[in-house]
């Protein structure tokens, strides 16, 4: 079976950095596209970045600049580096993969960890 975990959500303060890690195990990884999605209280869920088989990147307009995604194919690891936080990136953040990009890009990929939370407050 598919699993995937994700891992180093907590509190961090305004300006801070934070990494954040999904292992996934029931798959042939580099075969995947993998990607974040975040969601915050009251609100849809959202795209953050996406990362296809080749390492090629796209990510959100509110996140250019400040987050950077990355896989590590050897470890089976998808990986969110996030830097300048801002209150507005409190959110429970959501690894995803497919073996297409296209359907990763809209949100409609295959399988879902159960994400980890992420506060930025002071």
């Known amino acids: 079976q598919v699993q995937l975990v994700e891992s180093g959500g907590g509190l961090v303060q305004p300006g801070g950095s934070l990494r954040l890690s999904c292992a996934a195990s029931?798959?042939?990884?580099?075969?995947?596209?993998m990607g974040w999605y975040r969601q915050a209280p009251g609100k849809e869920r959202e795209l953050v970045a996406v990362?296809?088989?080749?390492?090629?990147?796209y990510a959100a307009d509110s996140v250019k600049g400040r987050f950077t995604i990355s896989r590590d194919n050897a470890k089976n690891t998808l990986t969110l580096q996030m830097g300048s936080l801002k209150p507005e990136d409190t959110a429970v953040y959501y690894c995803?993969?497919?073996?297409?990009?296209?359907?990763?890009?809209?949100?409609?990929?295959?399988?879902w960890g159960q994400g980890t939370r992420v506060t930025v407050s002071s």
């Open positions: 995803t993969a497919d073996r297409l990009w296209s359907k990763v890009r809209v949100g409609k990929s295959d399988y």
């Open positions: 029931g798959l042939t990884f580099g075969s995947y596209a």
């Open positions: 990362i296809s088989s080749g390492g090629s990147t």
